[in-house]
C-alpha cells in the first residue's frame, strides 16, 4: 500500500515530453511509480481529475537567507508551485560575519535588498560566523521548502577586510583569505559564488556595496578557486559595461565573463532583462550566453515573465514621496491624506509638484520619476492592464489627475506597477524562448516592499501559457523544473519519474492566477512587507508531504538543504 497516490490527473513531467494521464505514488519521500495506479491501494489519495500534475518549480534567484530565520513556510515561494529556492544571489548573504561585525553585512542588504534591518535585528540569532556554519543553522531550522545557497561576495569581503572592503580593492593576503572560505564553504554544501558589479546596489549612506569595490582580477580568482575544486556557479548581477553603447566596452565586459567560464569550468549565470527596445539593452546578455556556450563554457540566464515593476501605492512607497509638500502630506496618516487630497487647492498643487519637479536618482527597485505609459493599476492578477497614460488620453485628464483619481477611489488600497525592465512584452517573449533561459529571478525574500515576483511562475502560467497561447505546458514546466534542477545540480528533482524526490505541484491550468499583492506588517519589530498569493493550485508537495493544499498552509514543514556535489561526493 502507498502512502499517497495523485490519482487521475494529466502529468506533464518535466522532461518537455507530451501531457499523459498518469497517477504518481509517493512513499518516504519518493516517488515510487507512474502510470496506471487504479488497482493499487493507498493510505490518501488526491482526485487530480482536470489538474496538471507537474515537478515542483525551482527558483534559483531568491534572497531568502535573512527570511528563513523568521519564516518556517517560505512566503510567498510557496503559494506560487516553488519548492526549491537558491538564496544569497548578488553577492547578498548573511556569512561569513564577524561577531562584532554584523553591522557590516546589514549595511550591505539593508538598502540593496529592501530587508528591514530592524527585522534582521529582531529576526535572526546570529548563531554563526562562518558560511558553513549558516548552512549547518539553514540544515536544523524547520522549513517549508528546500534550499540552497551561495556564498555572497560582499559578506565575504566585509568578513575578510572590515571597512576596508567598502573603499580598497582587495590585497594578496585578502585574496587568500577570501578564497579559502569559499573553497571551505563548497565542501560544506556551498552551490557556488555569487557577487555584484551593479550600480544598483548600494548601502544606505549612498556608497557601493562591498562587492562593488572588487576588481576582475579578484573575481577571477575567486571563480578560479572554484574551479579548482571541479565546477559550482558563479552568479553575478552585472556591470553597465554589458549594456554600454560603446562596443568596445561590451565586447571587453563579454569576452572576459567567456573566458572565465571556459577556463574554469564553473556555469555562469546572471539575469537577462531588457532595459528598453533598442538593441544594446538586451541583446548583448543574449550574445554572452550564446558565446559561453559556445565556447565549450556553460551559462545560464535568468529571465523573468513579465515587466520587471516597482509596486506603487499610498500604503507603501510612491514616486513623490521625497518632493516638497508632497514629503509633508505623506509623514500623516492614511485618513489625513485621504482629507487633503479631497481639497481642491492641495490637490492642484500636489499635482504640480509631482508634474515639474526633479525626482533625483533611484536606484534598482526604488520607486522613480513616473513614465505615465509604464504604470498600470494593478486590476486584476494577469494583464491586460490599461496604462495610465492610455486612460488620460481616453478620459481627457493629465495622467496625474488619472493617478489620484483612481487611487482615491480605492479608498488609497490600490496598488499600481511601474515597469523597470522588460517593458516590452514581445522581447520578453523572445527572451524567455532562449535555449538557455530559466525563467526565475523572483527575488522572493528581498524588497519586501518594493515589488512582488514570487509570482512570476503562475504568471507564466496563466498569461503566457493559458492565456495567450505562445508557450507550450510542458516547455513551460521544463524550463521551471527539470532545466533549472539539472543546471544547479538538483539531479534528484525537477522530472516526475521513479526514485526521485516527490516534489510536486498539482493545479488547474484553467484558473491559474496570481492574487493581487497586499500589505501586511508581520516581519519581526512590526516590519511591512507584501504578501501575494495565487489561485488554482490543489496541491503543493515538498518530499512527500503536503505543503500547501487548496491555498492554505498544512503546518508540514517538509523542507531540506540541498547541498552542493562537492558535499555529496
Known amino acids: 500500500m502507498h502512502e499517497l497516490v495523485i490519482r487521475n490527473g494529466t502529468l506533464v513531467d518535466g522532461t518537455g515530453s507530451p501531457a499523459r494521464p498518469a497517477d504518481v505514488a509517493i512513499d518516504n519521500g519518493i516517488i515510487t511509480a507512474v502510470g496506471d495506479l487504479s488497482g493499487e491501494r493507498s493510505t490518501r489519495s488526491i482526485d487530480a481529475e482536470g489538474h496538471i500534475v507537474s515537478p515542483g518549480f525551482v527558483d534559483v534567484h531568491t534572497h531568502m537567507d535573512a527570511q528563513i530565520a523568521w519564516d518556517p513556510l517560505g512566503e510567498c515561494s510557496c503559494y506560487h508551485g516553488v519548492t526549491t529556492a537558491v538564496m544569497g544571489n548578488c553577492g547578498f548573504t548573511l556569512a561569513p560575519v564577524h561577531s562584532d561585525a554584523r553591522e557590516l553585512v546589514v549595511r550591505n542588504l539593508e538598502r540593496a535588498e529592501d530587508i528591514a534591518a530592524e527585522a534582521m535585528a529582531a529576526g535572526i540569532d546570529w548563531s554563526w560566523e562562518t558560511y558553513p556554519e549558516y548552512l549547518d543553522f539553514v540544515e536544523r531550522t524547520p522549513k517549508g521548502i528546500n534550499y540552497a545557497g551561495y556564498v555572497g561576495h560582499s559578506a565575504l569581503r566585509t568578513w575578510a577586510m572590515g571597512e576596508r572592503a567598502f573603499t580598497e580593492e582587495a590585497n594578496a593576503e585578502d585574496l587568500a583569505l577570501m578564497a579559502a572560505h569559499i573553497q571551505d564553504s563548497m565542501r560544506a554544501g556551498a552551490i557556488g559564488f555569487t557577487t555584484s558589479i551593479s550600480m544598483n546596489h548600494e548601502t544606505s549612506d549612498d556608497r557601493p556595496v562591498a562587492s562593488r569595490l572588487s576588481t576582475r582580477s579578484e573575481i577571477n580568482a575567486l571563480v578560479g578557486a572554484m574551479g579548482e575544486l571541479g565546477g559550482g556557479i558563479f552568479e553575478l548581477a552585472h556591470h553597465a559595461d554589458i549594456r554600454s553603447r560603446d562596443a568596445a566596452k561590451r565586447e571587453s565586459y563579454i569576452s572576459w565573463l567567456v573566458e572565465l567560464a571556459r577556463t574554469t569550468g564553473v556555469a555562469i549565470t546572471s539575469g537577462m532583462l531588457a532595459f528598453g527596445a533598442e538593441d544594446h539593452q538586451w541583446r548583448p546578455v543574449v550574445e554572452l550566453f550564446d558565446r559561453i556556450n559556445a565556447a565549450g563554457g556553460k551559462g545560464w540566464a535568468q529571465v523573468h ?27 500623516q496618516p492614511l485618513d489625513e491624506q485621504r ?4 481639497d481642491p487647492g492641495t490637490r492642484a498643487k500636489l499635482i504640480e509638484i509631482a508634474e515639474t519637479a526633479d525626482y533625483g536618482r533611484a536606484i534598482g527597485a526604488e520607486a522613480r520619476k513616473p513614465e505615465w505609459q ?13 496604462s495610465i497614460e492610455e486612460r488620460a488620453a481616453i478620459s481627457g485628464k493629465r495622467p496625474m489627475e488619472v493617478f489620484l483619481d483612481l487611487a482615491i477611489e480605492s479608498d488609497l488600497q490600490m496598488f499600481f506597477t511601474q515597469a523597470a525592465a522588460n517593458q516590452h512584452q514581445d522581447i520578453v517573449l523572445e527572451l524567455m524562448q532562449q535555449p538557455f533561459s530559466i525563467p526565475t529571478f523572483s527575488d522572493s525574500g528581498a524588497h519586501v ?26 516547455d513551460a514546466v521544463h524550463r521551471m523544473t527539470q532545466m533549472p534542477a539539472s543546471a544547479w545540480g538538483f539531479n534528484d528533482r525537477g522530472v516526475v519519474a521513479p526514485d526521485l524526490a516527490a516534489d510536486l505541484n498539482i493545479f488547474d491550468l484553467a484558473t491559474i492566477t496570481p492574487d493581487l499583492p497586499e500589505l501586511l506588517y508581520d516581519l519581526p519589530g512590526g516590519a511591512r512587507r507584501l504578501r501575494q498569493t495565487a489561485t488554482g493550485f490543489a496541491a503543493t508537495i515538498v518530499n512527500g508531504e503536503v505543503l500547501v493544499e487548496n491555498g492554505e498552509p498544512t503546518g508540514a514543514r517538509p523542507g531540506r538543504l540541498l547541498k552542493g556535489a562537492l558535499a555529496r561526493a
Open 374 to 386: 509604464w504604470i498600470f493599476p494593478l486590476t486584476a492578477g494577469l494583464p491586460p492592464y490599461q
Open 339 to 342: 482629507r487633503a487630497l479631497a
Open 449 to 474: 516592499s518594493q515589488i512582488m515576483d514570487s509570482s512570476l511562475q503562475t504568471h507564466l502560467l496563466g498569461h503566457w501559457v493559458r492565456n495567450l497561447g505562445a508557450i507550450t505546458i510542458e
Open 305 to 331: 515573465s513579465r515587466q520587471f515593476g516597482v509596486l506603487l501605492s499610498f500604503q507603501t512607497r510612491l514616486p513623490f514621496d521625497a518632493l516638497a509638500v508632497w514629503n509633508d502630506l505623506r509623514s
